[in-house]
């Protein structure tokens, strides 16, 4: 299917205000989803016949910087049976961004935003166990914004080295 | 020079810095938390197990990681993108050519320049890629057998091994974190004599697969022990995002080689083992490693091609120069842009964007294949005894490199 064709499928179905742009320029070609819908067209998406998504492949969050003031979350969808891709994109507020769990859809999404909520900060509503993955359990703030500093120490360890490197 | 470290111990640091997900509140009367790992020869890494058992039979497993997390993700935000194809090779660092091969076939065709890489390029890549590929898959088979208690398949596939990465150290220098495939091109040519030397290696290597047929896959043993275990059911292996061996041992011939046809592939002739159940049902232990094995003969038959045409149609020549595709400056414009390729363990996909005004992206997430795979765990443990835990955790197959990133 061509992205616009995914477009009215998903506007035809859950209403117009829910795709806020295509992005003709990204691999696979991405809509813009309404922070709002996102469950809803994801849903849709997964049991259409005519589109299937039965595997999320990838969910990546972007943190644009403190300037622009926004994060995303990008999700990458795969049908299996009628091998066809499609990138659905959701721009959040950097202030609260929060955002509805794929838990229940993708199974892949349980450790993808707890990876996301780690690195990034992002809550997802309704995720059934949002704790920290990659980091410690104690460790300050989400190291993959842009306007993180590293501490100095954690646990009374030094995080930076004081002498130049002799090499 | 060194500063002395300052860790001030309290019994209760562990609990703040890798907290439990279980609490003595949450178990029933008979129920208990076993603890295995993270340092745990059948973790196969640094991975920790929060395991929830009823006597021996498991009632829920939590994994803990994150031990072996180098930022990867942060360090490529900072660095331009042949610089970060090292740290690519840490992640999986016993496939590091596959791992390699998907992040340059990105940044190649966010670029453009994907048509312009010479055939005999294309070839050599898909040439030491597949040796790794049989090398992963060694590890994995051999280091499973160790895991029930087979000592002997994982000395002689570590043998078998060796050779090959013998031969990876002479193309490129490093025994196994190569930075041999680059973006448009390769570090250098193939050394000469290369070519026969692998054709030896080959002929030497088929009847060797067929002593680790009889020796550890028909094993009575082996099959007893990981036959009917930890099944794996099509559906939520495909919603867990499993792929690799994982999935096609659940019986999906699903294998990004054949469905995206990148690089030579699909001049290339092989076959997509599955599972079939042939031992106990679709989707245990035994047929995921039993897939591995298969996997292991198709890459030969891959490699064999491969040096037929780099040896007829693609020839040496003295004027080949492998790195003059090479872009002198690697600035794609601005994009969002998704990769994947098959690695050993399944699909390694790399998320880049870019905003067309530096060499740097501005962000690249890795979607590891061992990071999907291992979240399948918990499930299918669930009612096994521990001694099964081990068992399943092998047979999925994991490199905690790339789990952690």
Known sequence: MEIAEFKTLVQ???????????????????????????????????????????MLSCLTAIDNGPEVNTMEVVYNLYSIPLEQSLMLKVTLDREKPEIDSM???????????????????????????????????????????KDYVEPEEYRGMKTIREEEDPS | MSQAIEYKYRPENLNESAPNKYTEADLTREEMIINIGPQHPSTHGVLRL???????????????????????????ESVPFNQGLPFVDRMDYVAAMNSEHAFVMGAERMLGIENDIPKRVEYIRVLVAELNRIASHFVAIGTYGLDIGAFTPFLWVMRDREHILRMLEWISGARMLYNYIWVGGLFYDLPVGFEEKCMEFISYLKPKLKELDDVLINNKIF??????????PRNLAISYGATGPVLRGSGLKYDLRRVDGYSVYPELDFDIPVGTGAMGQVGDCWDRTFVRVQEVKESVKIIEQSLEQLTKAHKRTKDFDPRAAVPKKIRPKAQDFYV??????????????????????????????????????????????????????????????????
Request: hydrophobic share 40%.
């Open chain 2, 50 to 76: 929060e395991v929830v058992t009823d006597g021996e039979i498991v009632v829920d497993v939590v994994p803990h990681m994150g031990y072996l997390h180098r930022c990867f993700e942060k360090h490529t």
């Open chain 1, 12 to 54: 035809d179905r859950i209403g117009e205000a829910v795709v806020i742009g295509v992005d003709e320029n990204a691999t696979p070609k991405a809509l813009l989803i309404a922070p709002g819908y996102i469950k809803d067209v994801c849903l849709y998406l997964r049991d259409n016949d005519q589109s299937y998504f039965d």
């Open chain 2, 223 to 232: 099959v007893e022990r990981t036959a009917n275990v930890g099944v794996l």
């Open chain 1, 103 to 145: 838990t229940e859809l993708w199974k892949t999404a349980d450790w993808h935003e707890r990876e996301a909520y780690d690195l990034f900060g992002i809550q997802f509503v309704g995720h059934p166990d949002l704790r920290r993955i990659l980091m410690p359990g104690d460790w300050q703030g989400h190291p993959m914004r």
């Open chain 2, 340 to 405: 994947r390729a098959e690695n050993p363990k399944g699909e390694l996909g790399f998320f880049f964007r870019t905003d067309g005004r530096s060499d740097i992206p501005v962000r690249c997430k890795a979607r590891a294949c061992s990071f999907s795979n291992l979240s399948v765990l918990a499930d299918i443990t669930r009612g096994h005894m521990i001694a099964d835990l081990v068992a399943i955790i092998g047979s999925i197959d994991i490199v905690m490199g790339e789990v952690d990133r």
